[in-house]
């Protein structure tokens, strides 16, 4: 089977994706903006073949000459089908209407936009649409995700398929510094990720004075760009109980920071699904999350990480007391995490899945000529 893997973004998850396909012995070309091709090349399997294209800014008409540039790559290919990561692109959607396309498979990591995130691309919410009709084949990270394709756009259930979101763990120990030897801090939380207002961090620094209380040695580490962290800290910090990295965090350093810490909070009030989870996951960090939207179904409760309702804050400090303070739960969660990095998380077993949505495609494309 030939397939030709696109993507503008999300490269973490497909470099895994196509390693797994590789690794499957799948004739894998991957086709992706020249600007990815440094963040890429060096972390793929070498039986995979790539093909860059000049990609640029939302805004700039110069895209529809690209479009067109990847048309030719696609049709010089010639690949059975074509599998895009969401581009959240209205310039790639749009070109869907024009061209005859292969078998065509999408992911679509989020079907709603994020409340609150800045990073909305004008137009897209409409041009998106497109993608859902012309796909043979849709994968989404959550049940709940299919409900919402097939109920609100009316997407037929048998072209929507359900996958889980691979660990990230083993990508990002490729990419860690050498020297990495980081000592897991007993008593530290982290709080990893693009921050807005839908991830919560809101409800977990209103959970901080409850669990210093309880447990003095206490530290929550906030990595990441995004809002201005000052609005959560009106009155200022203590050093001791925050160490605050409100920046981008190079991938070199990510590992440093999930091996240092004891858990991972995900406190979200809105989640289609996560990447932060199955990263911990691998890294061995136990994961408290709220109870809601893809992470109610990732995370199994009391057996690999432990949940709470949304916006409950007297839930969270508990949950995170309990954790801090339980040496055989870490170990427990640790444990079961792991192993499903090697089961349902392992990029091969996702490898496997997906060709068999590929096959699918591939018949209903054929069955509607």
């Excluded at 136990?286 to 839930?315: K, N």
């Excluded at 089961?343 to 490898?351: E, V």
Aim: charged content about 20%.
């Amino acid at each position: 089977m030939k397939v030709a893997l696109l993507h503008f973004c999300f490269y973490e998850y497909t470099v895994q994706l196509a390693n797994g396909l590789a690794a499957a012995n799948v004739d894998l070309t991957l086709i992706h903006p020249q600007h990815l091709a440094d963040d890429v090349q060096a972390l793929l399997d070498p039986r995979i073949k790539v093909i860059t294209f000049n990609k640029y800014r939302i805004r700039d008409p110069r895209n529809l000459s690209a479009m067109g540039e990847l048309m030719r790559i696609i049709r010089k290919v010639q690949p059975d089908v074509l599998h895009v990561q969401e581009t959240n692109d209205p310039w790639y959607d749009l070109t869907l209407l024009f061209n005859k396309m292969p078998a065509l498979v999408t992911t679509i990591h989020d079907v709603f936009r994020h409340p609150g995130d800045k990073d909305n691309v004008f137009g897209s919410e409409y041009t998106r649409r497109i993608a859902f009709w012309r796909s043979q084949q849709i994968i989404v990270h959550a049940n709940f995700l299919k409900g919402a394709l097939v109920e609100e756009f009316e997407v037929p259930q048998q072209r929507v398929c359900v996958l889980p979101h691979g660990e990230l763990g083993s990508l990002y120990k490729r990419l860690a510094k050498e020297d990495e030897n980081a000592v897991r801090e007993p008593f530290t939380l982290l709080f990893y990720g693009r921050i807005w207002p839908y991830k919560g961090l809101k409800y977990l620094v209103e959970a901080m004075p409850s669990i210093i209380e309880q447990i003095p040695q206490v530290k929550l580490i906030i990595a990441g760009e995004g809002e201005n962290l000052q609005q959560y800290f009106p009155n200022g910090f203590d050093d001791k109980h925050y160490e605050m990295l409100g920046h981008y965090i190079k991938s070199e350093d990510v590992v440093g920071l999930f091996k240092r810490s004891s858990a991972v909070i995900l406190p979200y009030i809105e989640a289609s699904q996560s990447g932060v989870a199955p990263l911990a996951y691998a890294l061995g960090t136990p994961v408290i999350a709220s109870e809601i939207g893809g992470l109610a179904e990732m995370i199994y409760s009391e057996q690999d990480g432990l949940l709470v309702p949304p916006r409950d804050v007297t839930a969270l400090a508990d949950a995170i007391v309990r954790l801090l303070s339980d040496s055989e739960l870490q170990n427990k969660l640790r444990s079961a995490a792991l192993y499903r990095c090697q089961d349902d998380l392992n990029w091969l077993n996702i490898a496997t899945q997906t060709i068999e949505i590929y096959r699918k495609a591939i018949y209903l494309k054929n069955s509607y000529r």
